[in-house]
Nanobody
Framework: QVQFVESGGGLVQPGGSLRLSCAAS????????MAWYRQAPGKQREWVAS???????GYADSVKGRFTISRDNVKNTVYLQMNNLKPEDTAVYYC??????????WGQGTQVTVSS
């Protein structure tokens, strides 16, 4: 099992930016696809973005063009740069290592609140 520690969330006004970080424990971080997810109050957790071991990325339509996922395999860390934030981006953000329908244990997440 890999453990994740997410950080970087906070309160930001609409149109603002935040950069989230996710530090992963364990070895062989660099061979796995990593992904960000989010869960808004009263809603199911949803996929936001993924990055493969080779650096290919994918994004949910709702964040495409505004969010950028990246990774640092030396630091075992994955990032999510979020620009032009909207109130509907308000959620707890989590990272994980998806393997088909399997996941590692979820971390505590980091709260992002977009409000004026």
């Amino acid at each position: 099992q890999v453990q994740f520690v997410e950080s970087g969330g906070g309160l930001v006004q609409p149109g603002g930016s935040l950069r989230l970080s996710c530090a992963a424990s364990g070895s062989m971080f660099d061979i796995y696809t990593m992904a960000w997810y989010r869960q808004a109050p009263g809603k199911q957790r949803e996929w936001v973005a993924s990055i493969t071991a080779l650096g290919s990325t994918g994004y949910a339509d709702s964040v495409k063009g505004r969010f950028t996922i990246s990774r640092d395999n030396v630091k075992n860390t994955v990032y999510l740069q979020m620009n032009n934030l909207k109130p509907e981006d308000t959620a707890v953000y989590y990272c994980n290592r998806p393997r088909g329908t399997s996941f590692d244990s979820w971390g505590q997440g980091t709260q992002v609140t977009v409000s004026s």
